[in-house]
């Protein structure tokens, strides 16, 4: 696979998804394959950061002593405008079918996509 763009995990304020050459099936984690055909030919692609609230949780009681100062915080599953799902931060009032738009902030010390509604 050729030409890794940094995303957010490298601390770059971008979300990067991968799209199948093979079948078109567009995917978020990073695999060497395509989870739909097994294609190993993937592009990858900066997204947009827009798209639609799928599912979200209200965290109310932290994990680690880092997310103490957090709570509660939102984890957001939000369907990309690009065809790919994605667990994020977002607001804490966001609600299933909100049209969203990502920022990035600073979580527990590291970069993160943060996920608030667009009006
Ligand atoms: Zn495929």
């Not at 890794?4 to 490298?10: E, F, S």
């Not at 199948?20 to 978020?28: S, V």
């Not at 639609?52 to 965290?59: K, R, W």
């Not at 966001?94 to 527990?108: E, H, N, S």
């Amino acid at each position: 696979m050729s030409g890794r763009i940094v995303d957010w995990t490298k601390g770059t304020e971008a979300i990067v998804y991968q799209t199948c050459k093979g079948c078109g099936a567009r995917q978020y984690f990073r695999r060497s394959f395509c989870a739909a055909c097994g294609s190993p030919d993937l592009a990858e692609r900066r997204a947009s950061g827009a798209g639609t609230v799928y599912a979200t949780s209200l965290v109310c009681r932290a994990a680690t002593p880092e997310t103490r100062a957090h709570v509660p915080y939102n984890i957001v599953l939000v369907d990309a405008d690009e065809g790919f799902r994605m667990m994020a931060h977002g607001d804490n009032d966001l609600a299933i079918g909100d049209k969203v738009a990502a920022r990035f902030t600073q979580f527990a010390g590291r970069l993160v996509p943060y996920f608030a509604k667009t009006k």
